[in-house]
């Protein structure tokens, strides 16, 4: 009896310790395969911009799916926001109420918040 407790006692600490260190972790591992996506796309708009002189029309989905996009039943994932000023943003919606992975060309970085550019 006491060795059961024991066992299942070191089994929820081992599984509390790997939570806490995987809830830790830098975005850019626990996030990479979402980042390495991201920024092919971000290389994409980047050669779009730098072409047409602008960047692409947030509901354009022909040019969204050139660029690499991937069409899904409520949008795109990351999604993507421009706000007509030469900014834009890719935002993973994950969850409802966020924070959520997103980056934003003003910032060049990918850093867990809240949208800036709102559609």
Partial sequence: MRK????????????????TIYWNLPIDITRSADIKYGNSLIQN??????????????NDWETLEKLGFKKEDLGAQPDYRQNGNGSYELVYF??????????????????????????
């Fill in 4 to 19: 059961a407790a024991i066992v299942i006692i070191s089994i929820l600490l081992t599984i509390i310790v790997s939570f």
């Fill in 94 to 119: 994950d969850e409802f109420d966020g924070p959520f992975l997103i980056w934003n060309s003003n910032e060049k970085k990918w850093s867990i918040d809240f949208p800036k550019i709102q559609k």
């Fill in 45 to 58: 708009i980047e050669i779009y911009k730098n072409t047409y002189h602008h960047l692409p029309e947030n």
